[in-house]
C-alpha cells in the first residue's frame, strides 16, 4: 500500500498501490454445434459493448469454448465462429477492433459440461 495524504484538507489514507478496475465478464452461451447469437446472446453482448465502451482504454478479451463432443478440428473451428460472432457485434456496437483479442481453445476445458462448455467470455479490463 502507498500513502496518500491531501495535505490542503490535511487527510490521509492508505490506497493499494495496484489500484484498478477489476475484470469485468460477460458470458454468452450457444446451442450445440451453433455460432447463432440469440436474443438473449444479444442482450448480454450489449451490456457488455456498454461496458466497453464506458473505459474505453481496457482490452478486451473474447475467449470461444465448446463442448468436448466431436473431433478436435470441429471444437476449435465452432469455437473461433462463435468468438467471431461475438467479436463481430461487439465491433458493430461500437467497441474498436482494435481493442479485442480473440482466442479459441476448443474443448480444453472438459470439466465444463453442455452449455456451460459451449460459450464465448468477454473479459474487459483483462491484461
Not at 29 to 53: N, P
Request: proline content about 3%; hydrophobic content about 50%.
Amino acid at each position: 500500500m502507498r500513502r496518500l495524504c491531501i495535505l490542503a484538507a490535511a487527510f490521509c489514507f492508505a490506497v493499494p498501490a495496484y489500484a484498478q478496475a477489476p475484470t469485468r465478464d460477460f458470458v454468452v452461451f450457444f446451442e450445440t454445434w451453433s455460432g447463432a447469437l440469440d436474443s438473449r446472446a444479444q442482450l448480454i453482448i450489449q451490456a457488455a459493448a456498454v461496458a466497453a465502451k464506458a473505459e474505453p482504454s481496457d482490452k478486451v478479451i473474447v475467449t470461444g469454448t465448446s463442448d468436448p463432443e466431436g473431433s478436435a478440428r470441429a471444437n476449435s473451428l465452432i469455437s473461433a465462429l462463435r468468438a467471431q460472432q461475438v467479436t463481430d457485434a461487439l465491433v458493430g456496437l461500437g467497441v474498436a477492433a482494435t481493442r479485442i483479442d480473440q482466442v479459441a481453445y476448443g474443448s480444453t476445458d472438459f470439466a465444463l459440461a453442455g452449455i456451460e462448455s459451449r460459450r464465448v467470455t468477454i473479459a474487459i479490463g483483462a491484461k
